[in-house]
């Protein structure tokens, strides 16, 4: 008879935690089947006392596992045959999937939970929640494993409620009981303010991100054109000094050249004077032997004859002496190329300044101006003087923030960064962003300023407020007044003998207060300022003193 052949199941040989054909296969007490490391590592992730995956039988103590020999042999014979592990799509729930609860055996993976059911539901057992009139109104979600978070603890009851006053989820019992008198409302009436509440924070937060990019967009293209200026800036500038280097090689060769022809002139002139020379120091020579053998001559008679035929001495065609000029016959083209040397180093040094490169980013709120003078000491700077800018009739003193003009030149070094020709001084710091500093004054001409760094050292238009890179409040026992680019501007105002600046660089506001009991305004600069500040000092009077305040 013939054998009747097994319709075998490929499920029946999948284990339900990896879902693959069976790997060295073990049995468990309650008689399911899985793989010896899907099992092991089931069982140490778990907290509790062991249990099956599929039938969840627990097991104390845990077994101890042994692999199934007749079952390993009969999947080595599967694997032989063909027998593949079930498609990747099936619906059986594994470890990270929530299991279906009313399915018996085996569980499928849920599609949906139920927040009235508190259930969750597969495929199959889903459709009466569909289908049935009586299911309608039961709040259908997103498969959940957390669903017995939603049961009071207490009560066992649904928390249908929300408690504003102690910001919790209860049930209906609870609102009545230990949270009688509080503020209650329904989950689903807090859930809909929430709601709108979270639809407006969305919508700043989508606005900021739009805001955002935009702002990167920005600053990328803000990144190009740095690189593009700076790129053709370099190309431009190798070009231009290539030029400059080239035609100081000219000119150096041009006056080597020059030198070495005056040098062959001179030379040349010099031989011949002394071969002339040498030819006259010759034909002396040989009238002199002449005479000294006439001289010589005892014949008084002979001497007497021969002495008419002597030719008379000739003067010279050469002068009778030669001016030895200083070794240095070519110092007037030295001292020409070195004061060139020198004129090129203080171009180079003020002109070809590279000044900061400034990224203005848009602020996310605009932070407002001071008003008090404890909002101005939020931006108090501590602020000392540069000696090697100060003018050699000012005394620096007081840790270098005091300065006092003296009758008497101070000894200093020279300095390419010193004043020369009016009594100012510039701080070590540089001022950007915001700042704010006070000056204590005393005497009859002092100027408090904030200046550009490159302003120019010497000349009649340098002085802190006659020019363009330079602002400066005037202070004197009977009035203030401001200068820039040599307009002054006079007001009115009760003089104090402190002066309080404060800088906005960003925004471009500089501005002078009287600093007594209280602050008050003197006078107020919006501009746009394109380099760093330095703060400035400038007085005119022996005696006149400036001191940067320390404060606390």
């Known amino acids: 008879m013939a054998q009747k052949e097994v319709d075998l199941n490929q499920e029946s040989f999948c284990c339900s935690i990896c ?32 249990s099956c995956p599929q039938c969840r039988k627990t097991f104390t103590p845990r077994p101890v596992l042994v692999k199934n020999v007749m079952f390993a042999a009969v999947m080595d014979q599967l694997k032989k045959t063909g027998l593949q592990a079930a498609p990747a799509d099936h619906c059986y729930a594994g470890l990270e999937d929530v299991s279906c609860d009313v399915c018996s055996g085996r569980k499928l993976k849920a599609i949906k939970s139920c927040l009235i059911c508190l259930a969750s539901y597969c495929e199959k057992h889903i459709q ?12 259908l979600v997103e498969p959940s494993g957390n669903l017995q978070e939603n049961i009071c603890s207490i009560h066992d009851e649904v928390m249908k409620m929300f408690c504003r006053t102690d910001q919790k989820c209860i049930c209906y019992l609870c609102s009545v009981d230990e ?35 935009k702002e990167v967009k920005l600053l990328q293209q803000e990144a190009e054109a740095i690189n593009h200026s700076a790129d053709q800036t370099v190309k ?15 000119r150096s060769r041009d006056v080597k050249q020059q030198i070495r022809s005056q040098q062959q002139t001179g030379v040349s002139r010099v031989k011949d004077l002394q071969e002339e020379l040498e030819q006259e120091i010759t034909e002396l020579k040989r009238r002199d032997a002449e005479l000294k053998q006439l ?16 030719p008379p001495l000739s003067e010279s065609t050469l002068s009778s002496s030669i001016n030895v000029r200083p070794l240095r016959y070519f110092e ?58 100060a003018h050699r009739r000012l005394l620096l003193s007081e840790e270098n923030r005091k300065v006092t003009m003296m009758e008497q030149l101070q000894f200093c070094s020279d300095h390419p960064d010193r004043f020369t020709d009016f009594f100012q001084v510039l701080s070590r710091e540089s001022l950007t962003g915001r700042c ?70 960003r925004a471009g506001v500089l501005s002078f207060y009287s600093v007594s009991e209280r602050m008050t305004l003197l006078y107020r600069v919006q501009t746009t300022f394109t380099q760093p500040l330095h703060a400035g000092l400038r007085l005119d009077w022996f005696g006149d003193t400036a001191e940067f305040c320390k404060l606390k």
């Open 19 to 50: 879902l693959d054909l069976l790997k060295d296969p073990v049995t468990i007490p309650c008689g399911h089947s899985y793989c010896m490391k899907c099992i092991e590592g089931f069982w140490d992730g778990e907290e509790k006392i062991p």
């Open 128 to 139: 009466p929640h569909l289908d049935a009139v009586a299911f309608k109104k039961h709040k």
């Open 179 to 213: 949270h009688r008198g509080h503020d209650t409302v329904s989950a689903a009436a807090e859930r809909t303010e929430r709601q709108r509440d979270l639809e407006e924070s969305q919508q700043q937060i989508q606005q900021r991100i739009q805001d955002r990019e």
């Open 236 to 250: 431009d500038s190798e070009k231009i000094f290539t030029q400059m280097i080239r035609l100081i090689q000219n």
């Open 295 to 310: 001289s010589l001559t005892e014949d008084h008679s002979q001497f007497l004859l021969n002495y008419p035929s002597l």
């Open 332 to 389: 007037d083209v030295t001292a020409a190329v070195s004061e060139l040397r020198d004129k090129l180093q203080d171009i180079l040094r003020y002109s070809l300044t590279v000044t900061r490169v400034d990224v203005l980013l848009p602020e996310p709120e605009s932070e407002p101006q001071p008003k008090s003078r404890a909002d101005f000491f939020k931006y108090s700077h501590q602020i000392t003087l540069d000696p090697n800018t």
């Open 436 to 505: 704010y500093w006070e000056v204590e004054w005393s005497g009859f001409f002092v100027y408090v300023a904030v200046v550009y760094k490159n302003i120019s050292r010497s000349g009649d238009q340098r002085g802190f407020g006659l020019n363009d890179k330079s602002w400066a409040l005037f202070c004197s026992p009977n009035r203030f007044s401001f200068f820039h680019n040599n307009i002054k501007t006079s007001f009115s105002a009760c003089v104090s003998s402190r002066v309080g600046v404060y800088l906005d660089h």
